[in-house]
């Protein structure tokens, strides 16, 4: 900016100079014009002379001469005025002339200033491009990492799910403890031997008929629902009515025969224990009623903090798109300002271009000056040739003709037109019209400048609050990062305690500090999740001034340059510990996989005991049974007389039948730990296998919809708009339930529930482990299939590599699907569902939103049921399904990402 001013300000003077030249050569016309004036008159003068001499008049020819020497006189004094009034004009123009030499010396030097200064800048501002795209890619990896984030958000909200979930079933399981503890001493506390042999029966009998009515209702069921299998389930009616039937007699014997013995022993028993019994009871409810009433209360809480979770993760998705809107804009503005700097190079190039016309210029009107005072001498030089020329003629006595005098007389007002000073008033009017032109050009490119200059202002104001942008959205992320640690290992402590809970689930104080202990969980998780939606807040508000905020450029790229290494570092760390977190994830898996084996050896060990116990206890209570039938029927004097015996058998007999209780207690407390332990170890397990058979990549790739429809609707999605561009999508489906392809397994979460429905329905836990056992089998052999070829397109062989953010490559089978086109004439197939499989493709993420995925589905659906060639009940059912899962995808669509392929 100085230098154009100064350049302005150098011009001006150069058009002063050239005004002044100007005025000195119209004054040196004047001159010529005063010299022909006084030509004339000497030329008169010298007429007037001849004319007396020719007459003869004395007088007259005297005062011809006398007034010559007066004119002569003040033509002299004139002149020598004027010689002084010109040195001094000389003295001055050589001051001047000096001066304009040193302001252009000046003036080149700050142009060459200003030139290093402009290239200085020019290089600063590539630096700093260079440090934009850094930032740029800087904040695309955090963007990934905040994925990243979220993505672990969610299964630790998952895990925290279940552990809510574990921890409910604890509480139920503690309450049925505290139910069987109480049956149990009561049993023991009220009715002796035979009492408890025929208690044990009524109970076997009542259960034996309550499962038999369960299985019966259940086998109604089925026959109402599946008719093909009428035969068999009639048959297992048939059987289990036999069976139930058979049960009932027994029960009714059993029964009959505790009414009888309760008759004999409740007379003494129920009055020393009514009291104590009737408030434990009292006091047991109460306390089961607080602690559902508890559980609900968490449960509120739960939902609330995961509605609150769900609004921070939508207010950082709204923050990573304003984060992209402001790249966008950056570059924008970064095209703008180089554009801008060109214009601005290129004027400057003109204005010294400018510059070097009007030193050019200069150089001519110099050149001209010098020329005009060769004409002036040289016409003084005439005269005087021209007066000696007149004395000689005069004192030869020789007449001058009046053409040789008009002739001279033009010589000596110089009146040659194309000689002298016409070309020179042209060229001065020219270089005139020049300097008007290089002013005008000078202000436009002013103008231009200054409107530079303030773009250029702009875009820096921009570029520093994106870069505060970035380094608020880089805080963010770090915080978000504490926060998932602090997640993960609450969620650690959370399985500590609930590893706790089945060594203290036998003790109400106990059971207390660990409800206590799971209340303070819960409210340290609510207090992080409110303290995160407060920072959050902050983070929101802080965005919103990070606009007013500015930074010095050399400190801002300094900062840059050092968060890119720590970046860079941090990148190279989190690759290792990805790694180790991998090995770390396998060895763990198969010291779970152990562990699990062992827990089903140590299961079946138990349950062989416990038979063994039950077989025992059914042997001792014949024995007892028939010791009592035969004191009933022998006399009274033969009772008193093997009273002894009777007696010391009775005692051995109870002593016997209490340790074997004791045993079953035992052996049913250990077979409760080891389900307790097997639950767990499934829930573990399967949230493990949900991470090892979605890793990182995949789930960041494509969307996993594994457990939305029970296992039997879309697992992967990679679409593309609906609209009739030739663009190749594919939807990687397993079939629904209604069509004829084979579909994949199931995800861990929905076979461990449905496991776990069907042990609470009465299957064994040999069953349980097999069911799981197989479930474990399919996911370690799940294959993605194609829904219309049965193609396999993902094995485990092939793992999605992340190329850059949000672009992956798929390393796929050697397979090539095609589908039908309507219009076979153009460039491209329009592929209606299928891909192209040739060794590997490329995922890159699509920005679509909720409506363009709706009308995608509209599209694909209509046209894979038509491709499908289903039944009518089947087409129902698949747009049941299909409407289900579209109704999923949409309400969750915040959770998913959709690739183009």
Request: net charge negative; with cysteine; aromatic share 4%.
């Amino acid at each position: 900016m100085q230098a154009l001013l100064n350049v302005k300000a150098e011009l001006e003077r150069s058009k002063t100079s050239i005004a002044t030249q100007a005025q000195i050569a119209s004054n040196k016309v004047r001159e010529a014009e005063r010299i022909r004036t006084s030509a004339l008159q000497e030329a008169a003068y010298l007429k007037a002379k001849v004319n007396a001499l020719q007459s003869g008049e004395v007088s007259a020819l005297i005062s011809t001469e006398s007034e010559r020497a007066a004119d002569l006189e003040k033509r002299l004094t004139s002149a020598l005025t004027q010689l002084d009034k010109y040195e001094a004009q000389f003295v001055q123009y050589e001051t001047i002339l000096e001066h304009e030499r040193l302001s252009r010396e000046s003036a080149e030097e700050r142009e060459r200033d200003a030139s290093s200064r402009a290239e200085e800048a020019q290089m600063a501002h590539t630096r700093a491009l260079n440090e934009l795209t850094t930032l740029h890619e800087r904040a695309s990896v955090a963007e990934a990492s905040l994925r990243e984030t979220v993505a672990k958000s969610a299964s630790s909200e998952a895990g925290l799910s279940s552990y809510q979930q574990q921890s409910a079933a604890l509480f139920s399981q503690i309450s049925t403890l505290k139910s069987t503890v109480d049956q149990q001493k009561k049993s023991l506390e009220k009715v002796k031997m035979a009492y408890t042999v025929a208690n044990e029966r009524a109970e076997h009998a009542d259960r034996l008929w309550t499962q038999s009515r369960q299985e019966m209702d259940q086998i109604q069921l089925e026959l109402a629902n599946v008719r093909a299998k009428s035969d068999r389930s009639q048959h297992e009616a048939e059987h289990w009515r036999t069976k139930a039937s058979e049960t009932e007699l027994l029960w009714q014997r059993a029964k009959k025969d505790s009414e009888a013995m309760r008759a004999l022993l409740e007379e003494d028993m129920n009055a020393s224990y009514a009291d104590s019994t009737s408030k434990e009871r009292k006091h047991d409810s109460i306390m089961a009623i607080t602690s559902a009433s508890r559980i609900a209360e968490l449960e509120h809480e739960l939902a609330t903090l995961r509605q609150v979770l769900a609004d921070s993760q939508e207010a950082t998705t709204q923050a990573n798109k304003d984060l992209g809107d402001t790249m966008v804009r950056i570059s924008q503005l970064e095209q703008s300002s180089m554009s801008a700097r060109a214009e601005a190079a290129t004027a400057q190039r003109q204005l010294k271009e400018a510059r070097e016309k009007a030193s050019v210029l200069q150089s001519q009107l110099v050149r001209k000056e010098e020329t005009i005072e060769e004409m002036v001498k040289e016409q003084e030089n005439n005269e005087v040739q021209l007066g000696l020329l007149l004395g000689i003629m005069k004192e030869n006595g020789l007449m001058a003709d009046d053409l040789l005098l008009e002739a001279l007389n033009q010589s000596a007002e110089g009146n040659i037109p194309p000689g002298t000073v016409s070309p020179l008033k042209m060229k001065i009017q020219e270089a005139e019209n020049r300097a008007i032109e290089a002013e005008n050009r000078l202000e436009e490119l002013q103008q231009t400048k200054d409107h530079q200059e303030e773009r250029i202002q702009q875009l820096e104001a921009d570029y520093q609050t994106a870069v505060h942008y970035v380094q608020g959205t880089e805080s963010m992320l770090q915080k978000l990062r504490d926060e998932a640690q602090s997640s993960k290992n609450s969620l650690s402590e959370l399985e500590g305690l609930h590893a706790q809970c089945s060594t203290f689930a036998h003790g109400r104080s106990e059971d207390g500090e660990l409800a206590a202990q799971l209340e303070e969980e819960v409210a340290d998780l609510h207090r992080q999740l409110h303290e995160s939606h407060e920072r959050s807040r902050e983070l929101e508000q802080t965005m919103n001034m990070l606009s007013a905020q500015l930074r010095d450029s050399e400190s801002r790229a300094e900062s840059s340059q050092m968060d890119l290494r720590s970046l860079k570092a941090k990148h190279h760390e989190q690759k290792k510990r990805g790694v180790d977190h991998t090995d770390q994830f396998h060895a763990r898996l198969e010291q779970l996989e152990q562990a699990l084996e062992d827990t089903r050896k140590r299961l079946e060990t138990s349950q062989d005991e416990l038979e063994h116990a039950h077989e025992l206890n059914r042997v001792t209570g014949q024995e007892l049974e028939d010791a009592l039938d035969a004191l009933k029927r022998r006399p009274s004097g033969e009772s008193r007389s093997v009273s002894a015996s009777s007696s010391r058998r009775l005692e051995e007999l109870e002593a016997t039948v209490e340790g074997a209780q004791r045993t079953i207690r035992s052996l049913q407390q250990t077979n409760q730990e080891l389900e307790e332990q097997l639950k767990a170890s499934e829930n573990k397990i399967s949230l493990l296998l949900d991470n090892f058979h979605a890793p990182e990549s995949v789930r960041n790739s494509v969307v996993s919809l594994s457990g939305l429809t029970g296992g039997a609707g879309l697992h992967h999605l990679a679409s593309s708009p609906p609209s009739s561009a030739p663009l190749r999508s594919h939807i990687l489906t397993t079939p629904p339930s209604s069509s004829n392809a084979t579909p994949t397994a199931m995800s861990p979460t929905s076979a461990g529930k449905m496991g776990s429905g069907r042990s609470t329905d009465g299957a064994t836990n040999s069953q349980k482990l097999a069911e799981y056992e197989r479930m474990i089998e399919e996911m370690t052999n799940v294959r993605r299939q194609d829904i219309l070829t049965g193609d396999i397109l993902f094995t485990d062989d092939h793992r999605p590599e992340k190329v850059s953010a949000g672009s992956y490559k798929v390393q796929c089978a050697p397979k090539t699907v095609y589908a039908a086109s309507k219009n076979v004439g153009q460039d491209r197939e329009i592929v209606w569902s299928g891909l192209d499989i040739v060794g590997d493709c490329r995922l890159v993420e699509a920005g679509f939103n909720k409506r363009d995925v709706a009308h995608y589905f509209q599209d694909y659906f209509p046209r894979l049921k038509s491709n499908l060639g289903l039944t009518k009940e089947q087409s129902k059912r698949f747009e049941a399904d299909a409407a289900a899962f579209e109704r999923t995808i949409l309400e969750r669509f915040s959770r998913y990402r959709v690739f183009l392929g």
